[in-house]
């Protein structure tokens, strides 16, 4: 992988977990909350119809999460400019941890919650936000 790659990349990785973030927004009001309703009834597969988002509770966390979800969105899209040209390096293992932290906390989180099968849905995430990630870019050479 080169350099550029992973700078793009970055952007890839930023639309996977910014685009969460206005979903679970919508879930904070009554009216829009259906695409977040549903996006917690996948993720606990088997769609059920059984997940709610009538509790303020589950509301404000919606709130929370997406809030949280867009920023860290933002944050990777930003670091995938100007600082990753001065730390590609840097900018690839911070983002990588971030994610890896995220994949863990969150699958811990879904199994002892009873939703197991969220994992699976993890692991796509995990996969396509990280991509060629995983390893160090090599500087791309003119001749």
């Known amino acids: 992988m080169k350099i550029l790659d992973h700078k793009n990349w970055l ?9 969460f ?15 977040a309703r549903f996006t917690l009834d996948l993720l606990s597969w088997p769609i059920d119809g059984m997940s709610s988002y009538s509790s303020e509770d589950t509301r ?19 670091l995938s400019g ?21 994949f863990f906390l969150d699958s811990a989180g879904s199994i002892t919650s009873g939703n197991t099968s969220n994992v699976l849905f993890n692991v796509i995430v995990l996969l396509l936000a990280v991509g060629p990630l995983w390893w160090p870019a090599k500087e791309s050479h003119q001749t």
Not at 21 to 35: C, H, N, V
Request: aromatic fraction near 14%.
């Open 11 to 19: 952007k890839v990785t930023a639309i996977v977990v910014g685009s």
């Open 21 to 35: 973030g206005p979903i679970f927004f919508l879930g904070t009001m009554e009216a829009t909350a259906e695409p």
């Open 60 to 78: 404000f966390l919606s709130a929370l999460t997406g809030g949280f979800l867009f920023g860290w969105g933002v944050m990777i899209w930003c």
């Open 82 to 102: 100007k600082v990753y040209e001065l730390a590609p390096e840097g900018v690839r293992r911070s983002v990588l941890a971030g994610v890896l932290a995220w």
